[in-house]
């Protein structure tokens, strides 16, 4: 009687954490599309209609998010995309910049000694590409080719644990990370950081891979930083 009962709760259990995870998954997208902006309060009557399930399932892929630091659960007041502090902000920059630094090292080690041709060629069409954005002052065709290349190092740096770490830091980074690229010159500024990472990489040269790494992600925040400047 007992197993009977516990074979027939595992299916609905199943579908429960299945259905709360697709929910999480749409709520993410929309965060990090920028559909839902930071400081935004989310509406857990208005997404359970919007998506078809109940203000449980909605709760319960909201408290996951928390977990994640994409949404801050605030007493009595609810659900808010998380608007992080500028010094949250720098905090997160120096840790990305640490792995993403350690990152290209190791693929410019990889191309002393391995055959890596294919690498890259593909950072040198995702390089083209991005010119091209820049050309036609595409703005989103631009950050979506900035997140492939950099996910594409961490790819072949073949270090998993860096790429958990990375992407994690990077999904609470997609909150503020598109004002940096907001404008043409810093978009034209970070597509010669991108290239001197490529050439680096090349080169087979660790040291300047590391460095040039790094100081794209230190550009990235003082560009960051100067669009608060400006706002204010």
């Known amino acids: ?3 009977a009962t516990n074979t027939a709760e595992k299916p609905f259990s199943l579908r429960r ?20 902006q930071a400081g935004e309060k ?12 109940s203000r449980g399932t909605v709760r319960e892929a909201i408290r996951t ?3 994640s630091g994409l949404i ?26 640490a792995v993403f630094a350690m990152a290209c090292a190791s693929v410019a080690a990889r191309a002393r000694y391995e055959h ?41 740096a073949k270090n998993p644990r860096a790429k958990a770490v990375y992407e994690g830091l990077v999904k609470e980074m997609h909150l503020f990370r598109r004002r940096g690229l907001s404008v043409s010159p810093n978009i ?3 597509i010669e950081e991108h290239a001197a990472i490529v050439d680096a990489i090349d080169g087979g040269d ?26 204010a």
């Open 206 to 231: 660790a040291d300047s891979a590391r460095r040039a790494a790094q100081r794209h992600i230190d550009e990235g925040l003082k560009r960051f930083l100067k669009t608060l400047d400006e706002e």
């Open 116 to 156: 890596i041709a294919d690498v890259l060629t593909a950072l040198q069409a995702n390089l083209d590409a991005m010119r091209v954005a820049y050309r036609d002052d595409d703005r989103t065709a631009y950050y979506e080719l900035n997140i492939a290349f950099h996910a594409l190092l961490m790819d072949e």
């Open 188 to 190: 034209a500024r970070s």
């Open 72 to 97: 801050d659960l605030l007493a009595n007041r609810g659900a808010f995309v998380r608007s992080p502090t500028v010094e949250e902000i720098r905090n997160l920059y120096h840790l990305r910049g």
């Open 65 to 67: 998010l928390a977990e």
């Open 42 to 53: 989310l509406n857990e009557v208005a997404l359970a209609e919007r998506l078809d399930v």
């Open 17 to 36: 954490e299945t259905l709360a995870g697709s929910v999480r998954s749409e709520i993410e997208r929309q965060i990090l599309a920028g559909d839902l």
């Open 1 to 3: 009687m007992s197993t």
